[in-house]
């Protein structure tokens, strides 16, 4: 039940299913999401763990209101869905490899200010952001002027970041974000993204294999197995006494 102080959830799925192939309504096909509920709130993050083809991509993509959904609802800051240019500068990603987020031939102050130009920012205004927004993510102004191949992995991911952040999200999914630095660099990224969230109120979703990383990230777990939720707990609970069979197994690999 939910209170009506607590502000309106930014995400909210309701029995969301997704089916791969299939014939109408996907029958036949290929259920990755089984009749998923779950709500996120302004500033925190829900951590999402599972083995590999659990489903975790497709469900953060529900959440991005870019999955077609077989059945059930997804609601956005209380609304319906709507049109995704609607949503435009709404919601943001970040990915595993930042090379993916960021052009290679655009300068990265550029890369970052893309979205902007998107959301037909004038010019003037845009550029204040972008070195607010670079400074915000631990990167001097010089940054904006190098290509992403004259940056080092966390360099790059700070500035994929940027470029999630410039049109100040209300949500934001993180799909293996951390997954590709090395274990000090990860520790840096991951506060950021604590800092930046204490900043500037966003949802998260945070997807990783990483027990370890969702802990100190995330204010909830869920834990998916074969397009399911077998567990969802506050991350407090969940890390002293997962109730799952299939979490415990999880719990054992990082101990
Ligand atoms: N476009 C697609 N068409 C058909 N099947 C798909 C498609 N995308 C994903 N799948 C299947 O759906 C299942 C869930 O995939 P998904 O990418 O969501 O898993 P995941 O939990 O993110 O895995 P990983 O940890 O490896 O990234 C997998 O069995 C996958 O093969
Ligand atoms: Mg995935």
Not at 109 to 130: D, N, W
């Amino acid at each position: 039940m939910r209170d009506s102080a607590i502000p309106a959830p930014v995400v909210d799925l309701d029995r969301v299913v997704v089916t791969y192939g299939g014939g109408l309504f996907g029958r036949g096909g290929f259920q990755a999401v089984k009749a998923i509920s779950l709500q996120i709130a302004p500033g925190q993050t829900v951590g999402l763990v599972g083995e590999s083809g659990s489903g975790k991509t497709t469900l953060g993509r529900v959440c991005l209101g870019l999955q077609p959904l077989s059945s059930g609802t997804m609601r956005f800051c209380g609304e319906a869905f709507g049109a995704l240019r609607q949503r435009r500068g709404q919601l943001s990603v970040v990915l595993q490899h930042p090379e993916w987020a960021l052009n290679p031939r655009l300068r990265c102050g550029r890369s970052v200010e893309e979205p902007l130009v998107i959301l037909g920012m004038p010019a003037k205004e845009r550029r204040g952001r972008v070195a607010a927004m670079l400074e915000n993510v631990g990167l001097d102004a010089g940054f904006a002027e190098r290509f992403p191949g004259q940056l080092s992995g966390g360099q790059r991911q700070r500035v994929a970041i940027a470029r999630a952040l410039i049109t100040e999200p209300r949500f934001i999914v993180f799909d293996e974000a951390v997954s590709a630095l090395d274990v000090s660099v990860q520790a840096q990224v991951l506060n950021l993204i604590r800092e930046l969230q204490d900043r500037h109120g966003f949802g998260a979703l945070f997807i990783s294999h990483d027990l370890a990383a969702t802990r100190y990230i995330s204010h909830r777990i869920a834990v998916m197995y074969q397009g399911e939720f077998v567990e969802v707990a506050e991350a407090a609970r969940f890390y002293g006494t997962p109730e799952h069979p299939y979490s415990r197994k999880l719990m054992a690999t990082i101990e």
